[in-house]
C-alpha cells in the first residue's frame, strides 16, 4: 500500500503531468494573446474610423468657407461691376439728353 501511494504520488509529480498542464498553460497564454490582439484590432479600427470621419467633417467645413469666401468676392466683384454700368448708363443717359436738347 505505501508503494501504491509513492506510485501514485510519483505520477502526480511526474513530467506527464506536468505537460499537461504546461500545455494548458500555453493554450491559455495564446488564447489571452490573440484575444487581446482582437480586441486591439477592433478599436483600432473604430478608433480609425472615426478619426476619419472626424478629418472628412473638417475638410467640408474648411472648403465650404473657402467656397463662400470665393462666392463673396464674386458677388461683389459683379456687383461692382453692375453699380459702374449703372452710373454709366446714367451718365450716357444725361449726355444724349443733351446732346437732344442741343440739336432740337
Request: net charge positive; proline share 0%; hydrophobic share 40%.
Amino acid at each position: 500500500m505505501i508503494n501504491y501511494f509513492r506510485r501514485s504520488r510519483s505520477s502526480i509529480l511526474s513530467g506527464r503531468e506536468r505537460r499537461g498542464t504546461s500545455s494548458l498553460k500555453v493554450t491559455l497564454k495564446r488564447a489571452f494573446i490573440g484575444l487581446s490582439a482582437v480586441v486591439l484590432l477592433i478599436t483600432n479600427g473604430l478608433n480609425l474610423y472615426n478619426t476619419y470621419r472626424t478629418n472628412r467633417e473638417i475638410v467640408a467645413g474648411q472648403q465650404h468657407l473657402i467656397a463662400k469666401e470665393a462666392a463673396d468676392a464674386v458677388k461683389g466683384f459683379v456687383q461692382e461691376k453692375l453699380i459702374t454700368l449703372k452710373v454709366g448708363t446714367i451718365a450716357g443717359l444725361r449726355e444724349s439728353r443733351t446732346v437732344y436738347k442741343r440739336s432740337a
